[in-house]
């Protein structure tokens, strides 16, 4: 990957970290499982396909996208290939602490999935092991906030973001995690990146 000499500023990051702990927090005083309910149309055969078109798009985009930037950037003359292949290791890294953490926690705490606690609710995809965190969430918050740090542009935040924020409304919609857990996925999937980046890739990436 060929880098921008700027580096994106810790200040932005570090707000949309303390924002969605907030969000951690007051999204645990609302009916979660109601809401839920009441936004699931089942018998909605367009709505329930979309949401599970971009659920089911978590590893070809989250993965993808830094692959083929990668084999991209190896063809360009002028790209430092070092830091190229160095700027998808961190990518990847960040995906695999953050699946790992996401993974320890669902063992930790065993929350069970709305559908399974609500009749009301309809699983509408699959979701395996527990509740708490999202994992397709977690990954792919965690792959948004590696580009967007490797690329600091709004060109690249607002897409990948937006895109990151669709799967995880998707799970909600899905049946098969909580808002909370969402939440929660978006925190673990930034942080990991973001910590990564901030104390050991950043100093190899953009130097």
Same mark, same amino acid.
């Given at each position: 990957?060929?880098?921008?000499?700027?580096?994106?500023?810790?200040?932005?990051?570090?707000?949309?970290?303390?924002?969605?702990?907030?969000?951690?927090?007051?999204?645990?005083?609302?009916?979660?499982?109601?809401?839920?309910?009441?936004?699931?149309?089942?018998?909605?055969?367009?709505? %329930?396909? %979309?949401?599970?078109?971009?659920?089911?798009?978590?590893?070809?985009?989250?993965?993808?996208?830094?692959?083929?930037?990668?084999?991209?950037?190896?063809?360009?003359?002028?790209?430092?290939?070092?830091?190229?292949?160095?700027?998808?290791?961190?990518?990847?890294?960040?995906?695999?602490?953050?699946?790992?953490?996401?993974?320890?926690?669902?063992?930790?705490?065993?929350?069970?999935?709305?559908?399974?606690?609500?009749?009301?609710?309809?699983?509408?995809?699959?979701?395996?092991g527990y509740s708490l965190p999202s994992g397709h969430?977690?990954? *792919?918050?965690?792959? *948004?906030?590696?580009?967007?740090?490797?690329?600091?542009?709004?060109?690249? *935040?607002?897409?990948?973001?937006?895109? *990151?924020?669709?799967?995880?409304?998707?799970?909600?919609?899905? @049946? %098969?995690?909580?808002?909370?857990?969402?939440? %929660?996925?978006?925190?673990? @999937?930034?942080?990991?990146?973001?910590?990564?980046?901030?104390?050991?890739?950043?100093?190899?990436?953009?130097?």
């Open positions: 990957m060929n880098l921008p000499a700027k580096d994106l500023h810790t200040k932005p990051v570090v707000i949309f970290l303390v924002a969605l702990t907030g969000c951690m927090i007051g999204v645990q005083m609302l009916p979660q499982l109601d809401f839920i309910a009441a936004w699931q149309e089942p018998e909605n055969k367009i709505t %329930v396909s %979309v949401f599970q078109f971009i659920s089911d798009s978590i590893s070809f985009i989250s993965f993808g996208i830094p692959v083929i930037i990668t084999i991209v950037r190896e063809f360009e003359k002028e790209s430092d290939k070092k830091k190229n292949r160095l700027s998808f290791l961190y990518v990847l890294v960040s995906i695999a602490i953050a699946g790992l953490v996401s993974y320890l926690m669902k063992k930790t705490f065993t929350e069970p999935r709305p559908y399974e606690v609500d009749s009301r609710i309809v699983q509408l995809s699959v979701g395996g969430t977690t990954e *792919a918050f965690a792959s *948004a906030m590696a580009l967007v740090l490797l690329f600091p542009r709004w060109i690249v *935040a607002l897409p990948v973001f937006t895109w *990151a924020s669709l799967v995880a409304l998707s799970r909600i919609y899905l @049946g %098969v995690h909580y808002p909370f857990d969402i939440f %929660v996925g978006m925190f673990i @999937g930034s942080s990991v990146a973001f910590l990564w980046y901030r104390f050991l890739f950043r100093k190899y990436i953009h130097n």
